[in-house]
C-alpha cells in the first residue's frame, strides 16, 4: 500500500551519485518529486529518468526538485547519471531504507527473481514535507503518470 496523500513523508537520509548526503528535509520550502525506480541501466528506468530529464525546465517552473531512488551503489548511479546526462541527483537505497519507508520495495523483482529491488513509484512531496501524490506502479514496466505528477504540482505551486 503506497503513503498516502495527506500523510507527512518519511525523512531519508541517502548517498548521491556524487558521494554527498542528501535528506528529503534539505528540500524544505521546495517541492520535490520523488522517484523511485528499479535498476540503473534498464530500458523502461532510462526511458522514465529521460522524460524527466527532458522536461526539467517544467518541473523547475513549477518550483519543483527531482530526485531519483534506487538500491544500485552510488558507483553505478554516478556512471548511469554521467551515460544519461541527468540533471538531478540519483540517490542510492543500498541498505533499503526509503524504499521500505515509502512501501516501495519488492520482495521479489519480477525478474530473475532478485529480491530487494525498488517498485517503480513517484511521490510529489509538498514545501512543509506533506506527500500530495503518491503512486506505486503495478508493474516495473508501466511509468509513472507523469501528467498526473505535474497536474499535482501546479496545484500547489
Known amino acids: 500500500m503506497a503513503i498516502s496523500i495527506g500523510s507527512k513523508a518519511p525523512d531519508f537520509s541517502l548517498v548521491s551519485d556524487s558521494k554527498q548526503t542528501v535528506n528529503l528535509s534539505d528540500y524544505r520550502g521546495k517541492n520535490v518529486v520523488v522517484l523511485f525506480f528499479p535498476l540503473a541501466f534498464t530500458g523502461v528506468c532510462t526511458t522514465e529518468l529521460c522524460t524527466m530529464r527532458d522536461d526539467i525546465a517544467n518541473y523547475s517552473n513549477m518550483n519543483a526538485d527531482i ?3 534506487s ?3 552510488p558507483f553505478v ?5 554521467e551515460a544519461q546526462k541527468l540533471n538531478f541527483p540519483l540517490l542510492s537505497d543500498f541498505n533499503k531504507t526509503a524504499s521500505k519507508a515509502y512501501d516501495s520495495l519488492y ?6 527473481g532478485m529480491q530487494g529491488v525498488s517498485k517503480r513509484s513517484a511521490f510529489v512531496i509538498d514545501k512543509e514535507g506533506v506527500v500530495k501524490y ?3 506502479c503495478a508493474s516495473p514496466g508501466d511509468l509513472p503518470n507523469f501528467d498526473a505528477i505535474k497536474g499535482t504540482l501546479s496545484e500547489i505551486k
Do not use: M
Open 107 to 112: 520482495d521479489e523483482f519480477p525478474a530473475f
Open 134 to 136: 503518491s503512486e506505486v
Open 77 to 81: 548511479l554516478e556512471q548511469y547519471k
Open 71 to 73: 538500491v544500485d551503489s
Open 67 to 69: 530526485v531519483a531512488i
